[in-house]
Every structure is written in C-alpha cells, then in structure tokens.
T-cell receptor
Framework: GENVEQHPSTLSVQEGDSAVIKCTYSDSASNYFPWYKQELGKGPQLIIDIRSNVGEKKDQRIAVTLNKTAKHFSLHITETQPEDSAVYFCAASKGGSYIPTFGRGTSLIVHP | NAGVTQTPKFQVLKTGQSMTLQCAQDMNHEYMSWYRQDPGMGLRLIHYSVGAGITDQGEVPNGYNVSRSTTEDFPLRLLSAAPSQTSVYFC???????????FGQGTRLTVV
C-alpha cells in the first residue's frame, strides 16, 4: 500500500519567517495530496490540496508544490504568525476506494 | 450544519470493558473512517466504510469492530479494552477519496 513520509517532525521558526514541510509518497498512482492543520484539542481541517495535474497551488500565505517524478510534495507557509502554530499533516490518495494515507505530522511552533 | 459529531469527548475504561464510540455526519457523505492518533505516530486508519453496509479494515483494525447500517452513522466498538488502546480517536467523512475529509472533534480514551 501507500507509504507517506513527512519531515521534519518538529519545526520551530520566528514570527515572519517562512516554514517548509516536506512529504514523499511511494505509490506513483496517487493523484490527490491534501494538507491538514490540527489545532490543539481539535480535529484536523483541510487547508489546501493539490491534484496531480497541477504543479503548484497558492492560497494567500500558503502554497503547495508537487513533483510527480520525484514523488514528493511540500507545504510552504510565508510570513508565519503565532496562530500558524499547530500540527500539520500531509496525505496522499489515488481515488477509488483507497482512503488517503497520512504522514506522521509536523508540529510547527511560531515564536512571537 | 453540525458536520461530524463524535461522542463521548472523554472516556475512561477499565481493562476488559467494552464500549462504543459514536460518530454521526449530516452531509450525506458515502465515505467514513476511524483513525487513532498517538504521539509521533500520526493518524492511523482503523476501519473505513465506502457506503452503507460496506466496511473494510485499515492499518490497525485489531480489537475494534465497526458497522454501517445507515449513511449517517459509523460506530466504533472496542470489544475488550486494553491499555494499548489508550489514544485519541477521530472519525472522518468525505464525499470521495479525493475530496476534503471532515473530521470530528475527537474522543480521548484512557484504558486503565
């Protein structure tokens, strides 16, 4: 089955810096790559997703890039703010009845 | 619109006891899943369903049972609780496997 690896497990940045979280996947048939943000005590929420026919997608301070050849995708957060502090999960899915496989998560800490 | 509702939010069980974690969604989603979240392990899939009457095992199904008699409800049963099942449990639903998954607020379970 699919295997998703996520790095780093913890990321500490100063407010205003950029943060980058990287994921790799193993199944070349995967074609949907969502990112979720989990705030303390809550369930994960989708923040951005990308499909395999697109190389990059942006939404304000958040962007995701996808390299299908290398089978990796990344989340970029610019001008980080303390409210960006959370656990971020990447996932990969190939559709059909295949439930997305999640990475192990990255704890992002933004220091004021 | 309530989304995905999980009950209870907190539960303490004694080893050997059984219980059912409830999950209900009001979005008419076909796909529903149960995950457990443990420190450093990310979200691991326990069981999932692709529609009423259809369930399948995920990565860590042992010790858990599910059924899906209606589109709205997807309960998770612990047959004989063990300390290794101490975790935070999340239920999720989605229209498909390449669309946004909506998560409940989680159930924090402690088995003593």
């Amino acid at each position: 089955g699919e295997n998703v690896e996520q790095h780093p497990s913890t990321l500490s940045v100063q407010e205003g810096d950029s943060a980058v979280i990287k994921c790799t996947y193993s199944d070349s048939a995967s074609n949907y790559f969502p990112w979720y943000k989990q705030e303390l005590g809550k369930g994960p929420q989708l923040i951005i997703d990308i499909r395999s026919n697109v190389g990059e997608k942006k939404d304000q301070r958040i962007a995701v890039t996808l390299n299908k050849t290398a089978k990796h995708f990344s989340l970029h957060i610019t001008e980080t703010q303390p409210e960006d502090s959370a656990v971020y999960f990447c996932a990969a899915s190939k559709g059909g009845s295949y439930i997305p496989t999640f990475g192990r998560g990255t704890s992002l800490i933004v220091h004021p | 619109n309530a989304g995905v509702t999980q009950t209870p939010k907190f539960q303490v069980l004694k080893t050997g006891q059984s219980m059912t974690l409830q999950c209900a969604q009001d979005m008419n989603h076909e796909y529903m899943s149960w995950y457990r979240q443990d420190p450093g392990m990310g979200l691991r899939l326990i069981h999932y369903s692709v529609g009423a009457g259809i369930t399948d095992q995920g990565e860590v199904p042992n010790g858990y049972n599910v059924s899906r008699s209606t589109t709205e409800d997807f309960p998770l049963r612990l047959l004989s609780a063990a300390p290794s099942q101490t975790s935070v449990y999340f239920c999720a639903s989605s229209e498909g496997t390449r669309t946004e998954a909506f998560f409940g607020q989680g159930t924090r379970l402690t088995v003593v």
